[in-house]
């Protein structure tokens, strides 16, 4: 019987080639589409999911002032293992803002090896215990548990080793406060996901910083400790948090108060941190579930527009087949052996369709990882193929299931006299699945235009200093910040240099440093949160930044040690209008001592952070932190490589044992947006391959009207019915369609990117004309898919369709 299903099923596919081949075709791409999502999506979902006893692991985090921010003060972990019995052990990871990579060194080999590295982090011996690492050399149980010691990733310690067993060996560690040699005590594998996306740990009690770390016993200042811990088995989460914030004002109340603010602590399941948390401070760019719903959907939507375009063809060639079923039933055949059969024919199609999508996939794979920024492969999780067997599975059974009942119900005395009956049904349905189709594939059009407006609008928005042309070194090391004034003479000196600055950060790139700030006869509890940036002479020339009262930071008025700068928000906030707060003081309270800067200019707001975020207090001083962790120039000049090169021998004939290396202002500050662009491209890219499945289906569905409407149309033409009328009949009835489908998808699509935008505090309008512009484009795509059929029916010679009659 199955040889006999095989054989029918392979007869109709081959006698009706070019149906056969729309199906395939459509299905294919609707495969390769999802798949490529669900190897997307389920590297996504993976973090932090292979940690032993995952669901016991949390973080502690913070909110004050109404921000949430992913660290804690020092203090909070040792007092939680102290406090709570069903805390079962908790660890912290310590990153430094301003310090996004160290420089490394082996002085061990037959070659000094020198590099910078990014993402490493101090952390505590106990780590190991809440965290799983794979490692491949050394203990995890003891790997950090001794002063000046490091955990190498398995990449790094190949840079620096190749394939030897490092362990013992010492490298060289460079800092913006000095260089430090560690002992590498482990080397676990990079084989698993994790929101801390650590290439190398260092210890936390080091020589280097140990005694800053043991001083941070100030329970309401430095949020910087990333405190985890790992609750006892059976322990109710909820009812721990609910002790946290009682705790925090048990240990911290005096300090609280001497800073005039209150906070609160919460916990995040460790598990949801890289999809679900975006708050302040976090250890790295996180992701995003909403944009997995979003992808997951225009997964099931695409396969849903590959399969109703087998539903449409199917149910549409039906009065070709219903003989063949009258025939089979007046035999003997019942409908169970009938839906066995045509469903055996849509799963033979979805097979056929799923080995056209693994060649399709494994050829874009390489271009797919490239705009996603992950190494996906298809074959790497045996997972991955069960969901390649369901996906096929689900494929058949949704394409053929409808047609299969549908041609199984057909009454075999009817269809041997050529009576269909219900037809109404099937066209109805069609025409409903199309709306569909068209539907989807609005949706996305619209969605892509508003995303590419508003990353425009990113791109092109005023944000209050000049971005453009503006180079930026990191230090990144003690020696090389000591030489900050020596390089910038050295620079100034180059042509197409025409300023340069030093600063503990600059716009675009996380900072976490700010202090409550006061004015005169107020208190702290009076105080406003001020972000600010440490910097050097002449930052407000070279950043292009305007001053709206005052003076900026210069050489002519000495050190400005005491001096600050306010931003129009952080000078409203304060209770001045701007010129009134020249020459007054601020205060605020740092080390338990008030201390007070002297007001000296008020700065044209400009934004710091990202769009997604409003304009905020802002200040600039001279003195607070360290001001030499970038060096920033502005360049103008149309010989950039020329430039650059000579830049960096400026850089090596001060620092010849410390590697180069440069970025743009203009290119960290899109970094924000890495999301979003890369949300925008997929959108395009599977809104473009929408489009193509549902016009497949449009092109048969024409091509099917065309060939059961040929002697109609043979009869018009002899009654004198023209080409372009011929034209308009058949194409005017799937053209309404698309315009239904447009009037359904404008509200739903406005609706979700109104909900998008809400994510930024600068946003593009959704502007009317886009609907009417996606509404022609469509139309237009829709008019010559079917157009061609419509045309070429036209043309046909009525002679020879009425002939064959």
């Known amino acids: 019987m199955l040889k006999n299903y095989l054989k029918i099923a392979l007869r109709n596919l081959l006698k009706n080639k070019g149906y056969t081949a729309i199906n395939i075709f459509g299905l294919a ?68 803002s301003g310090i996004d990579r160290m420089l490394l060194e082996n002085r061990g080999g037959k070659e000094v090896t020198r590099f910078y590295e990014t993402n490493g982090y101090y952390a505590d011996s106990t780590l190991f215990e809440v965290f799983t690492y794979d490692f491949k050399y050394g203990n995890p149980k003891n790997a950090l548990s001794k002063p ?222 490239n705009l996603t920024g992950k190494a996906l492969d298809m074959f790497s999780e045996p997972a991955f193929l069960y969901w390649m067997a369901g996906i096929t599975l689900f494929t058949g059974l949704v394409a053929g299931l409808y047609p299969a009942l549908y041609l199984s119900s057909f009454r075999p005395v009817s269809v041997l006299k050529g009576r269909l009956v219900n037809v109404k049904s099937p066209v109805l349905l069609r025409k409903g699945l199309v709306v569909f189709q068209f ?84 208190t702290l509890h009076d105080a406003v949160d001020v972000h600010f940036a440490t910097v050097g002479n002449d930052y407000v020339e070279t950043l292009g930044l305007k001053m709206v009262a005052g003076r900026s930071f210069t050489k002519a008025f000495g050190a400005d040690s005491s001096s600050i700068i306010l931003n129009e928000t952080a000078a409203r906030e304060l209770g001045y209008d701007g010129v009134s707060a020249i020459g007054k003081n601020v205060y605020f309270e740092l080390g338990g001592k008030r201390q007070s800067l002297q007001v000296v200019g008020i700065v044209r707001d400009f934004n710091f952070r990202s769009l997604h975020e409003g304009i905020k207090p802002y200040a600039l001083t001279t003195s607070i932190t360290d001001k030499y962790q970038y060096f920033i120039a502005s360049v103008k000049t149309k010989d950039y490589s020329g430039t650059l090169a000579s830049v960096e021998a400026a850089w090596k004939r001060l620092n010849p044992d410390i590697p180069f290396a440069y970025s743009f202002l203009d290119q960290d500050f899109q970094k924000n947006y890495e999301n979003e662009s890369r949300t925008g491209s997929i959108v395009l890219y599977f809104t473009c391959i929408a489009v193509v499945i549902a016009c497949l289906g449009l092109f048969g569905l024409a091509a099917f009207s065309a060939e059961r409407r040929t002697k109609e149309i043979g009869v018009r033409k002899v009654l004198g019915a023209s080409v372009g009328g011929i034209v308009g009949m058949l194409s005017g009835e799937f053209l309404s369609l698309v315009c239904i489908a447009l009037v359904i998808a404008a509200p739903i699509a406005w609706l979700g990117m109104r909900q998008w935008l809400q994510g930024f505090a600068y946003q593009v309008g959704i502007q009317w004309w886009i609907f009417p512009l996606t509404g022609l484009l469509v139309v237009t795509v829709a008019l010559l898919t079917v157009g061609f059929q419509s045309v070429r029916a036209g043309l046909m010679n009525p002679v020879k369709s009425l002939r064959s009659e």
């Open 29 to 96: 791409l609707g495969l390769a589409t999802c798949l490529l999502i669900v190897l997307y999506v389920s590297d996504e979902l993976s973090y932090d999911k292979h940690h032993r006893d995952a669901h016991r692991l949390f973080r502690i985090a913070l909110e004050a002032r109404n921000e949430k921010w992913a660290g804690t003060p020092g203090p909070v972990a040792a007092g939680v293992k102290t406090d709570f019995p069903e805390v079962e052990t908790v660890a912290r990871v310590l990153k430094f």
């Open 148 to 369: 000046n010691t490091l955990v190498l990733s398995e990449t790094v310690a190949g840079k620096l080793f190749g394939d030897t067993d490092p362990v013992g060996k010492v490298i060289r560690v460079g800092l913006t406060f000095g260089d430090f040699n560690y002992t590498v005590t482990g080397v676990y594998r990079s084989n698993r996901k994790s929101h801390i996306d650590a290439h190398y740990f260092l210890s936390m009690q080091n020589g280097d910083m140990g005694g800053w770390v043991a001083s941070q016993n100030n329970w309401s200042m430095n949020n910087i400790f990333h405190t985890y811990v790992k609750l006892r088995d059976g322990t109710d989460p909820t009812a721990f948090e609910a002790k946290l914030t009682p705790f925090l004002m048990r240990h911290g109340e005096a300090d609280l108060k001497a800073l005039g603010i209150s906070k609160e602590l919460f916990i995040q399941p460790v598990t949801d941190i890289y999809l679900k948390s975006a708050i302040g401070n976090e250890i790295a760019p996180n992701g995003s579930m909403t944009y997995l719903y979003i992808f997951g959907s225009i997964a099931v939507f695409l396969l849903l527009i590959a399969c109703i375009n087998f539903m449409n063809l199917s149910t549409a060639r039906s009065e070709k087949r219903a003989k063949e079923v009258g025939v089979r039933k007046v035999m003997g055949a019942v409908r169970n052996s009938l839906v066995h059969q045509f469903l055996g024919e849509s799963m033979m199609l979805a097979v056929m369709a799923l080995a056209i999508a693994v060649l399709v996939v494994q050829l874009l794979l390489p271009y797919f990882n």
């Open 439 to 522: 539907t989807v594939s609005i949706i996305l059009i619209l969605g892509a235009i508003v995303i590419g407006q508003q990353l425009s609008f990113l791109q092109n928005q005023n944000l209050g200093f000049d971005k453009e042309q503006k180079l930026i070194v990191p230090f990144r090391n003690n020696k090389a910040a000591t030489n900050y004034n020596a390089l910038r003479e050295e620079v100034l000196r180059v042509p197409g240099v025409e300023a340069a600055t030093s600063g503990s950060v600059y716009p675009g790139i996380e900072s976490i440093e700010d202090l409550p700030f006061y004015t005169d006869n107020k």
